[in-house]
């Protein structure tokens, strides 16, 4: 998969300063965790992720140059139109910096235009993520509940194969179905990537 630094060696610098300072921290995100607002740019308008409130949401973060990337956009769109009625969103948030250009493009090449695709920037993508900014292996993925909680992460190349090829399709549909089995306000367990 692909890697996007924008710091080079200073963000791996630092990240390994802030692994020193801290050998007790847990690496990754905790989860689940109530999803914060995360504000999406689509052509001409503004997104905001608590409007899909009621529905499962499974968020794909990519950047257009990636091969990886516009794979699983192709994967996301059929998945989309299955798993609609169901009361399912499917959303793809573009963060590289060239994203305003080629949003449109992407959407239309890779997605088919089958579920929405804008973009944001890289701090916010982090934030959201709970992942040190500046250096990604994308794409990544984020599973929300219909109550707003964040239940599963998978973080590109640190996932142990979760987007394999062989297998991208049926793990996706499983975080999926595990969204949609949790009863209303349920506080299972979730996974930790």
Do not use: W
Not at 25 to 46: C, D, F, N
Request: glycine share 8%; charged share 15%; with cysteine.
């Amino acid at each position: 998969m692909r890697s996007f630094a924008l710091s080079g060696a200073l963000t791996l610098a630092a990240a390994l300063a802030l692994c020193a300072a801290n050998p007790t921290a847990k690496p990754g995100p905790v989860l689940p965790r109530k999803s914060p607002e995360l504000v999406i740019q689509m052509p001409g308008r503004q997104v905001l992720l608590s409007q899909f409130r009621g529905h499962a949401c499974a968020i794909a973060f990519m950047i257009t140059t990636c091969a990886h990337c516009q794979h699983l956009a192709g994967v996301l769109g059929p998945i989309q139109q299955e798993y609609a009625p169901k009361g399912v969103q499917v959303l793809g948030v573009l963060f590289n910096p060239e994203a305003n250009l080629e949003m449109s493009n992407f959407a239309r090449a890779f997605a088919h235009n089958l579920f929405p695709i804008g973009m944001s920037t890289d701090d916010t993508v982090a934030e959201f993520l709970q992942h040190p900014p500046g250096m990604h292996y994308v794409p990544m993925m984020a599973f929300i509940d219909k109550q707003g909680i964040i239940r599963a992460e998978h973080l590109g190349i640190n996932d142990s194969g979760f987007f394999a090829e062989a297998v991208e399709v049926h793990n996706i549909r499983n975080e999926i179905d595990r969204l949609l089995t949790l009863p209303a306000g349920s506080k299972a367990a979730s996974k930790k990537k």
